[in-house]
Nanobody, 125 residues
């Protein structure tokens, strides 16, 4: 069982930066690949970024590549999402999630077993 709590959301001007954090409970955190997803009002939840259990591999949606960076600190049971050059279209609720062990995809939300409650990010133009 893994419990996830996101933080770091807020209101920012376009071009600004935010860093989201996701604190995990449970001794098996380091065995999970982790992902960030987002859901804008009236839209489906979409993949943003993912990181392997070791942190050695990272994956990004094309829409955030070059602007967002995912990282993790297994000693602190925390995964991060550094978001730079934010755009109004990045406005959404951001969720972190734990990828199912053995999953074949890190971008498919149905391959994730545990989810946080989400943190709001609003980017003003």
């Amino acid at each position: 069982q893994v419990q996830l709590v996101e933080s770091g959301g807020g209101l920012v001007q376009a071009g600004g930066s935010l860093r989201l954090s996701c604190a995990a409970s449970g001794r098996t955190f380091s065995s999970y690949a982790m992902g960030w997803f987002r859901q804008a009002p009236g839209k489906e939840r979409e993949f943003v970024a993912a990181i392997s259990w070791s942190g050695g591999s990272t994956y990004y949606a094309d829409s955030v590549k070059g602007r967002f960076t995912i990282s993790r600190d297994n000693a602190k049971n925390t995964v991060y999402l550094q978001m730079n050059s934010l755009k109004p279209e990045d406005t959404a609720v951001y969720y972190c999630a734990a990828n199912r062990p053995g999953a074949k995809s890190v971008s498919d939300l149905y391959e994730y077993d545990y989810w946080g409650q989400g943190t709001h990010v609003t980017v003003e133009s």
